[in-house]
């Protein structure tokens, strides 16, 4: 079971970033992430125990945030087309160490390099010559999800498993 956690976005804002993907998509080749897997990837487990992974989620206090997309770029490294905020929230970077605190207590063993809030847009693309403006999104990041990834001839196949809650209990 490949398991990690991940922030989701409404509906309504998956919806606009598929589209704008497919937009991209038609210029670069590449393949567009369908709105129900456009997804910001906190920690990724790969094979594991989600009730050990879920214990050391629970464990995590955070602040809710809004998730600004508003830097839209290409890594011809990975070959993708992906967006996210040009400056990294606070609530996020810490949500972030936090969660990766605890699941490496928890024995998960997790990537070394830094934590990059993106959000892959578009798989297998070549160098577009522009992107187009980013629709304007709302994304509130009130919870955040343990995820299982299945592969299939499709591509993955993503199962919320459990959430928790971003925003600190207040006294």
Do not use: C
Not at 38 to 52: K, M, R
Not at 61 to 68: E, N, V, Y
Not at 79 to 86: D, N, T
């Amino acid at each position: 079971m490949r398991l990690f956690f991940a922030l989701w976005p409404p509906p309504d804002a998956a919806r606009a970033l598929a589209d704008w993907a497919d937009e991209v998509a038609r210029g670069t080749g590449g393949k567009p992430i369908p709105a129900e897997r456009i997804h910001l990837t906190l920690a990724f487990l790969g094979e594991g125990d989600p009730g050990t992974a879920a214990r050391g989620a629970r464990q995590v206090q955070g602040d809710a945030f809004d998730l600004p997309l508003d830097l839209a770029r290409y890594w011809k490294r990975n070959q993708i087309v992906w967006a996210g905020p040009r400056h990294t929230p606070a609530s996020l970077d810490h949500l972030s160490r936090a969660l990766h605190l605890e699941l490496r207590g928890a024995g998960f063993i997790l990537e070394s390099r830094s934590f990059a809030s993106h959000v892959t847009l578009v798989r297998k693309a070549r160098r577009p010559r522009a992107l187009p403006d980013l629709p304007p999104v709302h994304w509130p990041a009130t919870e955040f999800l343990l995820v299982e990834s299945r592969t299939s001839r499709e591509g993955p196949v993503y199962a919320a498993l459990k959430t928790f809650p971003v925003l600190k209990p207040h006294a």
